[in-house]
């Protein structure tokens, strides 16, 4: 299979390349910046404590969607309903946390439009990404399986993209291994 270390690559699909390749320097450049970020704001005078444990929880946040991120680079088929579910319940906690934040320190007009503008990128980002995972053959190809799209219960009705190459055959040892489904015959039942 695509996870074990003796696999080799045949096809440049089968390798992190592409967007891929960009989302993984993106995802380590601005975990490098956050955790900078974060240095700087605990030890700024200026901030307060409030503020200080916002941007944690903020940083802390951003580090579990870092994680799914790299659940893809790794090729575990969870990552596309992990990466739904931090939608679903870390982007609105975020947004409450940043509502708190402005509540503490005192709303303003820029204060509203960084919200406004905080949800419309996430719902952007969101959207794109989601697109990508399921509609991109390298991300097809890459993971050597369909099961990213097809045992999460938020893609069940899509289909996922043919890949460019045809999906590795497990080995005959791995558990699970049908011999009949593998050359595309029904089991005698």
């Known amino acids: 299979m695509v996870n074990d270390p003796a696999f080799k690559p045949t096809?440049?699909?089968?390798?992190?390349?592409?967007?891929?390749?960009?989302?993984?320097?993106f995802i380590?450049?601005?975990?490098c910046c956050m955790t900078l970020s974060l240095i700087v704001t605990w030890c700024s005078k200026e901030q307060t404590l409030a503020g200080k444990l916002s941007f944690t929880a903020q940083f802390a946040l951003s580090l579990l969607l870092q994680l799914v991120y790299f659940q893809l680079f790794s090729r575990k088929t969870a990552f596309l309903k992990n990466f739904h579910l931090w939608y679903m319940v870390g982007c609105p906690l975020?947004?409450?946390i940043a509502l708190l934040s402005y509540f503490v320190n005192g709303f303003s007009v820029q204060a509203v439009?960084?919200?406004?503008?905080?949800?419309?990128s996430q719902a952007v980002g969101f959207t794109l990404m989601r697109l990508y995972f399921l509609k991109?053959?390298?991300v097809r190809t890459y993971l050597g399986t369909d099961a990213y799209v097809t045992q999460?219960?938020?893609?069940?009705?899509?289909?996922?993209?043919?890949?460019?190459?045809?999906?590795?055959?497990?080995?005959?040892?791995?558990p699970g291994f049908d011999v009949l489904a593998a050359f595309g015959r029904k089991a005698a039942e």
């Open 113 to 120: 439009i960084t919200l406004v503008l905080f949800a419309v």
């Open 11 to 25: 096809h440049k699909y089968q390798k992190l390349g592409g967007v891929l390749r960009a989302l993984q320097v």
């Open 152 to 174: 999460n219960p938020f893609t069940k009705k899509h289909q996922a993209p043919a890949p460019a190459v045809p999906d590795p055959v497990p080995p005959l040892s791995e």
């Open 136 to 138: 991109s053959v390298r």
């Open 94 to 96: 975020n947004f409450v």
């Open 28 to 31: 380590v450049f601005g975990v």
